[in-house]
């Protein structure tokens, strides 16, 4: 749900100290304690930077942090919800999708864009909150005035205030049934606005959405489309007329200032698989450009305005947030440029069975939980026992161990084996009550998990 910020950048997180942020962590991300600190920290910084002297805190810069550790050990769901908290723009980017300037590919300032459009979005579901009954009662006036025949005209001889009185009376009277609903059925002429874009496209720069020329503000006229008379019901039109008596009511031009500041200030960019681009190339092959992207990267990273259809938009207090599993390369293989731009680093820890057991039922979202209100859907009462929950626990890190450990990810895999049954006959079983035990579970998964070879395809 977003919250309402002024133009600077207080959150409700404010009151949050690091030991609440990571008891707020704790709900959704099972162990990683070093990982979980170091956010909090720096989530907490943001908050005491803010109440510095201006001067100080423009000199103040984010403490970016570098993950490291295995897939599937919570390295993204932590930075999501770290987002999700602080109601921050939050933007999560592969770096691996990146290629060098020169090369065919996203350039790397799109991060940037998209963290802008993210954070104008933002920005403005907040305000559509607060036009929102304004919006509603302006439509309803405006639909009150299709429905009603026009005023005629007040005769010489007539009273002008019983003429008046009796035409807002049958208004009044129409604005109740149309509250009470009793008006839903009727059928009502509107004007619609229809959605024309040309059929052309300008390219500068390697993909569509990075246009810096913004068409729609340079050609109004062509860009808004012809209106046409459309007859739909009065719920149908009601809901129209209130959306574009929201938009009318929204200061667009207010909406980008407030969302530029807040991507500045507040803005989180998550860099997913940056030990993809780590490593020195030798000239050629497919990693031609890694280093490049690096190279790319730092100046964004180290602090650099970027141009976006909303602004310029300077990147020197974003907090960046890097992950990588450095299975083949390791950190140090990373520019000496860039690894000084992450001084913080935290290595998550591989998870095992007593983390699975954790993961299987504590979190908010816990695997378990889903599945229970997934079956229950279809009127199943689904019932795991302890020693089912111990067991899975058991086939997820033997399979692990065996295969690729890719670690929490193959609880989902050994869930939907497990269930395999369950949910497809589910709107079919006679019996709506299920348990599932140890037994249940050694006699799904045990087979698969003797035979390696099948394990590998299957799970």
Same mark, same amino acid.
């Given at each position: ?44 910084? #943001? ?34 919800? @770290?987002?999700?908290?602080?109601? *921050? ?6 770096? *691996? ?22 954070? +104008? ?51 009044? #009277? ?21 959605? *024309? ?56 031009? *207010? ?7 807040? +991507? ?69 293989? $990373? ?24 993961? $299987? ?5 816990? @695997? ?71 037994? !249940?579970?050694?006699?799904? @998964? ?7 070879? @099948?394990?590998? !395809?299957?799970?």
């Amino acid at each position: 749900m977003p919250i309402y910020l002024p133009e600077t950048t207080q959150t409700s997180t404010e009151a949050l100290t690091p030991r609440q942020i990571v008891a707020e962590l704790d709900k959704y991300v099972i162990g990683q304690a070093k990982a979980k600190r170091a956010v909090a920290i720096a989530l907490r910084n #943001r908050t005491r930077r803010q109440k510095l002297a201006p001067e100080l805190a423009e000199e103040i810069a984010p403490k970016n942090i570098l993950m490291i550790g295995p897939t599937g050990v919570g390295k993204t769901e932590i930075a999501r919800r @770290l987002a999700r908290l602080a109601q *921050s723009p939050f933007v999560k980017v592969e770096a *691996s999708k990146f290629t060098e300037v020169g090369y065919v590919g996203r350039d790397v300032e799109s991060m940037v864009r998209d963290l802008t459009e993210l954070g +104008v979005d933002m920005v403005r579901e907040e305000q559509l909150e607060e036009v929102r009954v304004k919006a509603q009662q302006n439509a309803e006036e405006r639909l009150l005035d299709i429905l009603l025949p026009p005023a005629r005209p007040i005769a010489p001889d007539e009273d002008a205030g019983a003429a008046r009185d009796q035409q807002h009376q049958t208004r009044e #009277r129409f604005r109740e049934q149309l509250r009470a609903g009793r008006l839903d059925a009727r059928v009502v002429d509107i004007d619609v606005r229809e959605k *024309s874009f040309p059929s052309f496209e300008i390219v500068t720069g390697s993909n569509v959405e990075e246009v810096d020329i913004n068409l729609k503000d340079m050609l109004p006229g062509l860009f808004q489309g012809k209106t046409k008379k459309r007859r739909v019901k009065v719920p149908e039109a009601l809901e129209y007329l209130t959306q574009e008596e929201e938009h009318k009511l929204i200061d667009m031009d *207010s909406v980008a200032r407030i969302a530029v500041e807040r +991507v500045e200030q507040a803005g989180i960019i998550f860099i997913d698989e940056i030990d993809k681009i780590a490593g020195r190339e030798g000239g050629h092959g497919p990693d031609v450009s890694r280093e490049g992207v690096q190279r790319d990267i730092l100046p964004i990273i180290e602090g650099t305005t970027v141009n976006t259809k909303y602004g310029m938009v300077r990147t020197d207090h974003i907090l960046f947030i890097a992950a990588g599993a450095f299975h083949v390369s390791k950190p140090s293989d $990373l520019i000496p440029e860039l690894q000084g731009r992450f001084p913080i680093r935290v290595e998550l820890d591989a998870l095992g069975k007593d983390e699975f057991v954790r993961i $299987l039922t504590e979190p908010r979202s816990a @695997l378990v939980k889903q599945y229970i209100a997934l079956m229950d859907t279809e009127g199943i009462e689904l019932r795991f026992t302890t020693d089912a929950i111990d067991r899975i626990a058991d086939f997820a890190t033997i399979v692990n161990e065996r295969t690729e450990n890719i670690g929490a990810r193959r609880l989902h895999t050994v869930m939907e084996k497990l269930l395999d049954e369950i949910s497809f006959e589910g709107s079919d079983l006679a019996d709506k009550h299920v348990t599932i035990d140890g037994e !249940y579970v050694n006699r799904m @998964l045990a087979d698969i998990v003797k035979n390696e070879d @099948l394990s590998r !395809y299957i799970l």
